[in-house]
Protein backbone atom coordinates (compact mmCIF):
# COMPACT_ATOMS: atom_id res chain seq x y z
CA UNK A 1 0.00 0.00 0.00
CA UNK A 2 2.70 2.14 1.10
CA UNK A 3 4.44 1.55 -2.69
CA UNK A 4 1.09 2.39 -4.36
CA UNK A 5 0.70 6.08 -2.07
CA UNK A 6 4.42 6.48 -3.37
CA UNK A 7 3.31 5.83 -6.97
CA UNK A 8 0.72 8.44 -6.33
CA UNK A 9 3.23 11.18 -4.71
CA UNK A 10 5.30 10.97 -7.50
CA UNK A 11 2.27 11.54 -10.02
CA UNK A 12 0.25 13.63 -8.53
CA UNK A 13 1.77 15.03 -5.35
CA UNK A 14 1.27 18.32 -6.49
CA UNK A 15 -2.37 18.32 -6.47
CA UNK A 16 -3.01 17.10 -3.10
CA UNK A 17 -4.60 19.28 -0.72
CA UNK A 18 -2.99 21.40 2.45
CA UNK A 19 -5.43 19.30 4.61
CA UNK A 20 -4.59 16.13 3.08
CA UNK A 21 -0.80 16.72 3.37
CA UNK A 22 -1.33 17.72 6.97
CA UNK A 23 -2.97 14.14 7.24
CA UNK A 24 -0.88 11.73 5.64
CA UNK A 25 2.48 13.40 5.95
CA UNK A 26 2.90 13.04 9.73
CA UNK A 27 2.22 9.27 9.41
CA UNK A 28 4.23 8.43 7.34
CA UNK A 29 7.14 10.05 9.56
CA UNK A 30 5.64 7.73 12.19
CA UNK A 31 6.58 4.89 10.02
CA UNK A 32 10.12 6.19 9.68
CA UNK A 33 10.31 4.50 13.43
CA UNK A 34 8.66 1.58 12.57
CA UNK A 35 10.60 -2.07 13.84
CA UNK A 36 10.21 -3.55 10.40
CA UNK A 37 13.01 -2.69 8.02
CA UNK A 38 11.03 -2.99 4.64
CA UNK A 39 8.35 -0.68 6.17
CA UNK A 40 11.37 1.62 7.19
CA UNK A 41 12.22 1.60 3.59
CA UNK A 42 9.03 2.56 1.62
CA UNK A 43 7.84 4.95 4.01
CA UNK A 44 11.02 6.69 4.06
CA UNK A 45 10.73 6.69 0.07
CA UNK A 46 7.33 8.17 0.71
CA UNK A 47 8.64 10.71 2.57
CA UNK A 48 11.15 11.73 -0.22
CA UNK A 49 8.73 11.54 -3.02
CA UNK A 50 6.28 13.76 -0.38
CA UNK A 51 9.38 16.50 -0.50
CA UNK A 52 9.48 17.11 -3.86
CA UNK A 53 5.97 18.55 -4.05
CA UNK A 54 5.93 19.89 -0.51
CA UNK A 55 5.71 24.01 -0.49
CA UNK A 56 9.06 25.61 1.11
CA UNK A 57 7.70 26.23 4.63
CA UNK A 58 6.55 22.72 5.06
CA UNK A 59 9.40 21.50 3.83
CA UNK A 60 12.19 23.07 5.88
CA UNK A 61 9.27 22.54 8.98
CA UNK A 62 9.90 18.65 8.16
CA UNK A 63 13.82 18.64 7.66
CA UNK A 64 14.25 20.85 10.68
CA UNK A 65 12.08 18.47 12.93
CA UNK A 66 13.11 15.44 11.49
CA UNK A 67 16.78 15.76 10.54
CA UNK A 68 17.81 18.51 12.83
CA UNK A 69 16.17 18.04 15.79
CA UNK A 70 17.78 15.04 16.59
CA UNK A 71 20.75 16.62 16.76
CA UNK A 72 19.68 19.98 18.91
CA UNK A 73 22.48 20.79 22.41
CA UNK A 74 20.40 21.04 25.36
Do not use: H, I, W
Request: glycine share 6%.
Amino acid sequence: MLQALRFCLVGAGDNMSAANRKLVLPTLVEMLACQEETTRAVASGCVGSFCKTLPDEELTALLVQELFGMYTVV
